[in-house]
C-alpha cells in the first residue's frame, strides 16, 4: 500500500509538472523610456549645458547605477578625464572607430569645477555607453 502510494504521488508529480503551461499574453503597456530619455543639466553661471539623449539611459541610471555619493568628485573627475580624452579621440577617428556611436565630441575641461551631479551622470553615461555597446574606453570597466 506505501509503495503504490509513492508511486501515484511519482506519477502526479510527473503529470503536474509537464502539463503545458498558459498561454503567455504581452501586456501593452505604453512604456515612458522613450520620453524619459533625455537628461538634462544647465549651469547659468557657468554657462554650461549637458544633454544625453540615449535610449535606456534614464532607466539604467535608476536601477543600476550606484547611488549618488557612492564616489567622491574626484574619483568621477579623474575617471571623467580619461573616458573623455579617449572619447573624443575615437572622434577624430571615423576610419578606425564606428562614426555612428562617437559622433560629436564632448567639451569637458578638467580645470572647470562642474560639480558632482554632472561629474556623476558624465561617468555614468560612459559606463553605460561600454558595457551596452561592448566598447572599452579606458581601463576596468564594472560591470553593471
Not at 7 to 20: E, F, K, N, P, R
Not at 70 to 94: D, G, I, M, S
Not at 98 to 108: F, H, R
Not at 111 to 123: A, D, F, H, K, Q
Request: glycine letters at 2%.
Amino acid at each position: 500500500m506505501k509503495r503504490s502510494l509513492y508511486i501515484l504521488g511519482i506519477v502526479a508529480l510527473i503529470m503536474y509538472s509537464c502539463a503545458t503551461t498558459t498561454p503567455f499574453t504581452a501586456v501593452k503597456n505604453p512604456s515612458n523610456n522613450s520620453s524619459n530619455d533625455t537628461v538634462r543639466i544647465a549651469n547659468e553661471e557657468l554657462e554650461y549645458e549637458v544633454i544625453i539623449i540615449e535610449p535606456g539611459f534614464n532607466s539604467w541610471l535608476n536601477a543600476t547605477a550606484f547611488p549618488r555619493n557612492y564616489h567622491t568628485q574626484a574619483f568621477l573627475e579623474n575617471k571623467n578625464r580619461f573616458y573623455v580624452t579617449e572619447w573624443n579621440n575615437r572622434v577624430l577617428q571615423p576610419q578606425r572607430f564606428n562614426p555612428n556611436l562617437y559622433e560629436m565630441t564632448i567639451n569637458y575641461d578638467p580645470t572647470i569645477n562642474y560639480g558632482y551631479e554632472v561629474n556623476y551622470l558624465i561617468y555614468n553615461y560612459m559606463i553605460f555607453f561600454q558595457n551596452t555597446y561592448k566598447q572599452k574606453l579606458f581601463g576596468f570597466v564594472p560591470l553593471r
